[in-house]
């Protein structure tokens, strides 16, 4: 692969990241929406209690989302703020390192992901596996899943 066909990966990648992120973010959205309405949509009966016990449920649901909604834009944010337009030679944010049979993607939090038919674990650069990744080059060696797996490529 040339230096230019890796930058086309990475950022072709990140789009995938960003659209799989809004994607969260839509259903984190919907899902507080419809939690609103239920709450809403509680009728006051005779048993005032399953009324107030109904309200709170959904609220509670609600506020789950709102959380789900406010972590995935975090994310959102962090992975535009990446650069990708780079081939790197030690690993960090917006790096593809391929250790073995196993292929990171340090950018967002969104672990296995389907992309051009390989499987790449995307992970945050906050993730501890990051900062154990975190400027490594070829031929450096890894500990993952209790294997020990060598760089073989980084970009």
Do not use: W
Not at 43 to 48: D, F, I, N, R, T
Not at 88 to 95: E, F, I, K, P
Not at 112 to 140: H, M, Q, T, W
């Amino acid at each position: 692969m040339t230096d230019l066909e890796k930058i086309a990966f990475k950022e072709k990648l990140r789009s995938q990241c960003i659209a799989l992120i809004e994607e969260r973010m839509q259903l984190a959205a919907e899902a507080m929406q419809q939690a609103q309405d239920a709450a809403n949509a509680e009728e006051k009966s005779s048993a005032g209690d399953k009324y107030e016990t109904g309200r709170a449920m959904n609220h509670i649901q609600k506020d789950l989302h709102a959380r789900q909604l406010a972590e995935n834009r975090k994310e959102l944010e962090a992975l535009l703020a990446i650069d990708c337009s780079q081939v790197r030679t030690t690993a960090g944010a917006g790096a593809i390192v391929i250790a073995g049979d196993v292929r990171f993607f340090i950018a967002a939090g969104l672990g296995a992901i389907s992309f051009e038919g390989e499987k790449i674990l995307a992970i945050s650069p906050n993730a501890p596996l990051a900062r154990l990744l975190n400027n490594k080059k070829v031929a450096d060696t890894i500990l993952f899943n209790q294997q020990e797996k060598q760089i073989t490529e980084v970009f």
